[in-house]
């Protein structure tokens, strides 16, 4: 349970916005709830809470704007909110209010599928995602302990409206709920917390309904929080090819380990298979189709991955160097790639549409702190547009330049903050232009580039590495480096130090091209009153060299012995 304090803590708070929920927007109360049934969810990593309720025009006008705060304390955060009519499944916007005012209620403005005439009533079903409103209890655990998780909220659905009888139920992971608050009309039925039903439950503005209550559950599951993901689309018409990667930055946010971490520990439970807050492995399920999937991380690749892919299913296994525990932090990267018929079609004209997923990501419950998906299309690609299935918060179009490629490809790069799993697997539409000469202007390229390079075509000694004789044996490796670092970068300088290599040094460029150059430009130039000799390092060439020089060596010492001479 949450301390005294933190319970003063939220009661204050929760106060405080009632006390403001009339005065911080002026709400005309033109509907009554007739019946309204709240769902919090808790089984996921974040609370997915439902709202359904039935709604009547009071008034003696026409109404279309509905208005319902959401309770969001402490560090807790609104994902997304969808809004729908139970009857006909006609979906409803669901717009948030400015608001300045600092207290935990969001205010939404719901805009019905039709205008409600008074005395009318209308089903509505709200959905939310929070995140961040689960706090691990006790905060640090050991490292074969159940985890448990717990959730605070107010008793009562805040309103700005009557609401005639409403219900509470929370849903937790299990049957292991060891503490609850209890108020009248409560009844805990398995996995299942109830309070209510409340009959005749007057607007927020008043002390009695400020009531909160606390749940506690097991929650021995890891919470995957990815603090940021990176995806990238690639569009090739050039290789009939969709390639998709995905960079992530992930925490457990679940509860701490207590002690140091145990090797020989977790492989010992580790064979029996028990529940545990770590992140063992993430199971990615990709669309049917999807090959030559990857899995790398900050050391390299890692070969614990497993992918399977046939006619019904394509699922990438993924497993970590080492189980993620509560607070730690683990990067990594994954990619596939998909036939490009299989998500995109021919329009009209030049025209094309492309039908992917915004968001895909691994099976585990997940929440997501910030998304950046970067579509990336053929160069030339022109008059883009998108439809999007979730809210975007942030737009920008710029050119990706990669390999061959002249001017650029045609990007966009769509930022979405707080997102939950439940928005995954929902498709981004995009069309665009894509002409025939802008289709033709790769190919056009690379015949080019191969016609270019046939012509220019370097000598078969030239490579990255110069070897440089006739230095000062006093030059120091700074003073190379300035000389030869004008001509590109340098990998590194090796200077001779024994008694037959000194005056000379090897020189290591990054490009073959800036080797060249410097070759050129410093063979036989007077560098501290010397006349350098360059020359590119040919191994076989020296090994001839020594071996030549062994021989002669070998053949003047017989005759030195043939002839007596010492």
Known sequence: MRSSNSRVSL????????????????????????????TIDASKA???????????????????????????????????VECKDKKEGTPC???????????????????????????????????AGVTGALTPVPAII??????????????FVPSPYLTEKQKTKFRAANGEIPDYTIYEHTEKSGYVVSYGPYDNVEPWGTDAQVD?????????????????LERDIEVSHWGNNLAIEERYWMTNNGAKLKEQFSRLSWATTSYYNPPTAAIKSLLFPL????????????VGNVSTSKFRSDSREAILDIKPRFPIFGGWNYSFVVGW??????????????????????LQGPSQSTSYGKVEVRIILPEGATNVKYVSPIAIHKEERFLHKTFMDTIGRTSIKLTIDNVVDELKNRDIIITYNYSTIAALRKPLVVLASVFFLSQNKLAPEVNRILFVKNLSYQVSSEELFDLFGKFGPIRQIRQGIANN????????????????TACDKLNGFNFQNRYLVVLYHQPEKMARSEKDLALRQEELEKLKKQHGIE
Do not use: C, W
Not at 23 to 36: A, C, D, Q, R, Y
Not at 113 to 127: E, K, N, S
């Open 337 to 358: 790639n998909n036939d490009l018929p299989a998500y995109l079609r021919h329009g009209e004209g030049d025209g094309y549409i492309l039908k992917v997923p915004l």
């Open 46 to 80: 974040y609370v997915k809470e439902t709202i359904a309720v039935i709604i009547e025009n009071t008034s003696h006008q026409p109404q279309t704007e509905y208005y319902l705060p959401l309770l969001v304390p402490g560090s807790s955060a609104v994902s997304y």
């Open 287 to 298: 669309r049917v189709g999807s090959k030559d999937a990857y899995y790398t991380d900050e």
């Open 501 to 516: 290599t000194k005056g000379t040094a090897f020189v290591v460029y990054e490009e073959v091209g800036d080797a060249k």
């Open 93 to 127: 916007t669901a717009e948030t209010v400015d608001d300045t005012t600092d207290y935990p209620l969001r205010y939404y403005k719901i805009t019905l599928p039709t205008t409600l005439q008074p005395a009318a009533q209308i089903t509505l079903v709200v959905t």
């Open 212 to 228: 909160e209550f606390t749940i506690r559950f097991e929650f021995t599951n890891p919470i995957v929080y990815m603090e940021k």
């Open 11 to 38: 009661l204050a708070t929760l106060l405080l916005a009632a006390s403001h929920l009339s005065s911080s927007l002026n709400i005309p109360p033109v509907f009554k709830n007739t019946n309204l049934l709240r």
């Open 142 to 155: 050991g490292q074969s302990d159940k985890q448990y998780l717990s959730y605070t909220s107010a008793k």
